[in-house]
């Protein structure tokens, strides 16, 4: 489909969503006229009053004719004294799609790209283009498929896709305010329905009478009908517009293969997959580790760190870039699954374009690590940017796992302190266990209805792995009030706990294969035996252990 005819559908459903508006205007005015001609005095005041309430919603929809602007996300802008490279491979790339380039780079920590246009005139007159490049992809992609991702996002340039997406907003947010403010006026209609209802029947139970049962179901039900048509209308626009943006996807895939390559193009929308997965374990598990104890991660490495991570674990990414699992198609999806993309760029011919461009993205930036802290400053909150840095990881992870390790709250904890009355430490366990009261506090534990009617060894074979969970984070705090142990960071794997060689753990609670003498798991263990016996336990945590190193 063609840009005119795509221009032509975007108007004749925004249209649409006016005339069905004034159909309904009309549909009310003339129903106010039928009844009034048979209604007089104070019944049609009402019926005056209920189709003004029910007008305004839809006048509002229909008549709040501006768009709003999209506000730009948390970024740095890239000039072009900054960054020369990149804004040369921009420029260069604009020129060979034969469109203008945009007239600014605003650097994300998103791992996407887009453009944007804000035209006038409803789209059919060009305005200022924007474009929201992530740094992570930067991070992660070849320069070869940077390229194709910035193609991509010229094809909908060259489509008039950015400069048609004005009137497809349009559309989509009038409806939905419309929708909005149908549902905001019967919900409004039900509180103020059950609060004199409550009231009502707070009077009767006052006199003594039996109170009669809130009920709203019926109310509210006229606006909900209303909506219920836009509801409709809404959903008929958003299936036309977005098989309409999946078209627009596919071909903008096939001029970034035309520019940049087959090869470039099908890589990249393998990679930024499992880039994306690789960029929420970095968040979830290193830039965010330490904001619990109020410690950010080194100065300019809270996002640049992801580097370190994606060096380190460089092969694990293999099998999900091999294998994409097939995606369900929506009608309501803007973008088709990306295996069905892949699919069609590597049945393209091969053009043998396979080495070009295969240096790092991030060689573009003048100065990665000064982007990355920029980035940080840009992004972050004003409450998270005011902790202080770490100046390690190391210590970050330190700090943060002396942080969990005292606020830990396993069920061991929670039974412990119920059973007790007391706080759930380590010396009260130890307590219970001589006192011969550990399994009747394990019959507490949340277990399984399995579990819970299991006698004797059989139960205490369910209980256990529960109960040592708790005991090895219960022991792990003690250790690490006494400073006795410290944990063993990596980018390529879980962080390990470090204890003295004679006390060596490992971080899932197996023995390490390092260390002369694994006492701290034999003596765990023997605590939570069938007889238990924590005199092992005891011993050690007597000991004067050297602090790891």
């Not at 129903?31 to 019944?43: C, Q, R, S, Y």
């Not at 004719?65 to 004294?81: N, Q």
């Amino acid at each position: 489909m063609g840009v005119i005819l795509r221009a032509l559908r975007a108007l004749i459903l925004l249209c649409g969503f006016y005339l069905l508006s004034v159909v309904l205007l009309a549909a009310l005015i003339g129903l106010d006229a039928a009844l009034l001609t048979e209604v007089h005095g104070l019944l049609a005041v009402k019926i005056v009053a209920v189709s003004v309430l029910l007008a305004v919603p839809l006048v509002r929809g229909v008549f709040v004719l501006r768009t709003p602007r999209d506000e730009d996300p948390p970024g740095i802008e890239a000039a072009e004294e900054d960054e020369p490279r990149l804004w040369a491979l921009v420029r260069e790339l604009a020129r060979t799609m034969g469109t203008r380039a945009p007239d600014r780079i605003l650097l994300t920590a998103d791992v996407e790209a887009a453009v944007s246009e804000r035209p006038r005139m409803l789209g059919l007159l060009p305005g200022p283009r924007r474009l929201h490049l992530g740094v992570p992809l930067l991070a992660g992609l070849t320069e070869a498929q940077l390229r194709a991702v910035l193609v991509h996002e010229y094809g909908h340039f060259t489509g008039g896709d950015t400069r048609l997406s004005a009137l497809v907003v349009r559309g989509r947010r009038q409806i939905g305010r419309v929708v909005e403010g149908f549902h905001a006026r019967a919900d409004g209609k039900v509180a103020a329905e059950r609060a004199r209802q409550e009231r009502a029947a707070a009077g009767r139970i006052a006199k003594g009478r039996k109170p009669e049962a809130v009920d709203t179901r019926r109310t509210g039900a006229l606006y909900r009908s209303m909506a219920a048509v836009f509801t409709w209308y809404g959903r008929l626009y958003l299936r036309a517009s977005m098989s309409t943006a999946r078209a627009q996807e596919f071909a903008a895939d096939l001029a970034a293969a035309r520019v940049a390559g087959r090869e470039a193009t099908a890589s990249s929308l393998r990679d930024i997959p499992a880039l994306a997965a690789a960029y929420d374990v970095y968040v979830d598990s290193y830039a965010t580790l330490g904001l619990s104890v109020r410690l950010l991660p080194p100065h300019g490495e809270f996002f640049g760190g992801f580097s370190r991570l994606l060096a380190a674990r460089e092969g694990d990414a293999a099998p999900s870039r091999a294998w994409l699992r097939p995606a369900p198609v929506s009608p309501y999806d803007s973008h088709p699954p990306i295996a069905e993309r892949v699919l069609r760029i590597e049945s393209l011919p091969a053009d043998g374009r396979v080495a070009a461009a295969e240096g790092a993205a991030s060689a573009l930036l003048t100065d990665a690590a000064r982007t990355w802290a920029a980035l940080e400053e840009a992004v972050l909150e004003a409450e998270i940017l005011a902790f202080e840095h770490a100046t390690g990881w190391p210590e970050l992870l330190n700090a943060a796992m002396a942080g969990a390790l005292s606020s830990a709250h396993t069920p061991l904890h929670q039974v412990l302190a119920q059973y007790t009355g007391r706080p759930a430490t380590l010396p009260a366990l130890l307590d219970v266990i001589d006192d011969g009261r550990l399994w009747r506090l394990a019959e507490r534990l949340p277990l399984s209805k399995e579990a819970a009617a299991a006698k004797g060894r059989a139960f205490r074979a369910f209980a256990r792995p529960m109960l040592t969970d708790g005991l090895r984070a219960m022991v792990l705090t003690e250790f690490s009030a006494r400073s006795l142990l410290g944990w063993e960071f990596s980018w390529s794997r879980p962080a390990a706990v470090r204890l003295p060689d004679s006390l060596a753990w490992d971080a899932s609670g197996i023995p390490s294969e390092v260390g002369s003498e694994p006492a701290l798991a034999a003596a765990v263990a023997a605590a939570l035996a069938d007889r238990p016996d924590t005199g092992p336990l005891r011993a050690l945590l007597a000991e004067d252990l050297p602090t790891p190193a």
